[in-house]
């Protein structure tokens, strides 16, 4: 596989058009579904996020795919889509999410690391949803990491340092398992890379099957904070960060580890057949309430 051509300038000078998104109870409930809520149908603090007859709620972390861009396809930014994965995912919730609403989202491209000749190149994005009256909804900041994409003659080499986890056992673990089909379930929410439901396209990019998207993982993580620390109750998040570090694939259990100080809760998650750590650095900001 020949070497990617990252064009630095084309990608800086890309503007994506503001993006007006509606959604209403079918687009809350089939993102639910794709973070795994609802495999016990007999959990209460799960069912208002699945079921429109239970007081709807939308979850918070639904702010991932509102106004979602999509991937950066064209073959004129040089960017091998092979060899692209998440590489870190935070939310800031200005107010909680309604559970139908119409927002204006504006994405743009921050920066591009350039981590030198045969290392990675992460490109660093940011959208605002911004609601109907004008005000911030929430800001969504991400990070992809493109594998072997490195050496362009970026002027950034160094990305933000990540939160740092307390040295002690965690306070609190959650597992949560997820089902054999839940990237080709979390896909129907806008992210269609082939990557998290063809096995030949995984296999060309290393893995041995489909992989999970690493925001479904990231959501995954955020309904074990809601569960342990939140009472389930969505307008208590917030953020909510983390890097991914490890792929995780369908029908995974994974395992939330917590430390809490205050409203402050720090996190990482683990895969527990492998003991891999999947997400780290997290950290997620409650509400008091």
């Known amino acids: 596989m020949a070497q990617p051509q990252l064009n630095y300038d084309r990608i800086m000078a890309y503007r994506p058009a503001d993006i007006r998104v509606s959604y209403g109870e079918r687009e809350c409930i089939l993102y639910a579904l794709g973070i795994g809520i609802g495999m016990d149908p007999l959990d209460a603090g799960e069912l208002k996020f699945v079921y ?25 930014f040089g960017i091998d889509e092979r060899l692209v994965v998440h ?25 591009i690391i ?18 109907e009256d004008g005000a911030p909804v929430a800001t969504v900041d991400s990070s992809t990491f493109a594998r072997k994409h490195g050496g362009f003659g970026g002027k950034a080499t160094q990305a933000p340092e990540p939160h740092a986890l307390p040295e002690r056992a965690p306070d609190e673990t959650c597992d949560l ?11 129907l929410n806008g992210d269609e890379n082939p990557l998290h439901a063809d096995p030949q396209r995984a296999k060309a990019a290393g893995f ?48 939330t580890e917590m430390w809490r100080a205050g409203e402050r809760v720090s996190f990482q998650c683990c895969v527990v057949s492998r003991n891999d ?7 997620a900001t409650l509400r008091t309430g």
């Open 87 to 111: 590489g870190d995912l935070k939310v800031v919730l200005h107010r909680p999410l309604a559970s139908q609403a119409t927002l204006l989202s504006r994405p743009r491209v921050k920066e």
């Open 208 to 255: 041995e099957r489909p992989i999970l998207h690493g925001a479904a993982s990231f959501g995954v993580a955020a309904r074990a904070i809601l569960r342990v620390c939140a009472e389930y109750r969505p307008e208590r998040l917030q953020s909510i960060e983390a890097r991914f570090s490890r792929p995780v694939f369908p029908g995974d259990t994974i395992r």
């Open 114 to 131: 350039d981590k030198g000749p045969g290392g990675a190149a992460i490109i660093q994005n940011t959208r605002e949803l911004i609601g």
């Open 277 to 283: 750590v999947v997400l780290s650095n997290g950290l």
């Open 52 to 76: 429109e007859r239970a007081g709807l709620e939308a979850f918070p972390t639904m702010a991932v795919v509102l106004g979602w861009p999509g991937r950066m396809t064209d073959p004129a």
């Open 177 to 187: 398992p997820t089902p054999p089909n839940l990237a080709l379930l979390y896909r």
